[in-house]
C-alpha cells in the first residue's frame, strides 16, 4: 500500500558509502531506493507532482543515472522523454554541450531534431553536485531553442552550490545534504 506523500522518508534508503570513489568522498548511494518498489514509487510520485505543475513538454536526462527516474517521471505527466547522451552515442545527427569536471571536460547530447523552440523542458538527474551536468543540460535545451520550466534532483549536496550554478532556475530535490 503506498504511503501518503510525503511520509516515507526517502533519505533512509539512500546509502552513505565513505571515501568513494576516491579517500574524503562520501558517496551517496540510490541503489538501495531503487530497490525497493514502495521507495521508488514513491520517489517517482513527488518528482511527478512537483514536475506536473510546470506545463512540461519533455523530460530531458543526463546518462545514465537520471535515466532511471527520468522516463518514469515523463510517462507520469504525460511528456516525452529525451536522453542526453555521452558523445557518439546518438546513432543521428546531435547537438552537444560540454561542461567542466574537476579532472577535465566532458560533453552530452541529443538529438538534434528532439527540441524544437518553444518546448517546455523538465531538467532531470539524480542527484546535483557542483551543479556542472545540470548546467550543461540547461544549456543544452536553450541551445536548441527550448525553455527549462525546472530542474528535478533525488538528492541535493547543497553544501557544494550547485543550485547557484543554474542561475534562478526553479529547483526542485528531494532529499538535500547541508554537509559532507
Known sequence: MPHPPGTLDLRSYIHDI???PKPGIVFRDLTPLFLDPEALEHAIALLAAW???RD???VVAAEARGFVLGGAIAARIGAGFIPARKPGRLPREAI???YAL???VDALEVHR???SGGARVLVHDDLIATGGTAEALCRLVETAGAEVAGCAFVIEL???GGREKLGG???HSLVTYDSD
Open 51 to 53: 514536475a506536473s505543475n
Open 113 to 115: 531534431d528532439a527540441l
Open 158 to 160: 547543497a553544501f557544494l
Open 18 to 20: 565513505p571515501d568513494h
Open 96 to 98: 552537444s554541450v560540454e
Open 169 to 171: 532556475r526553479a529547483v
Open 102 to 104: 574537476e579532472y577535465g
Open 56 to 58: 512540461v513538454d519533455y
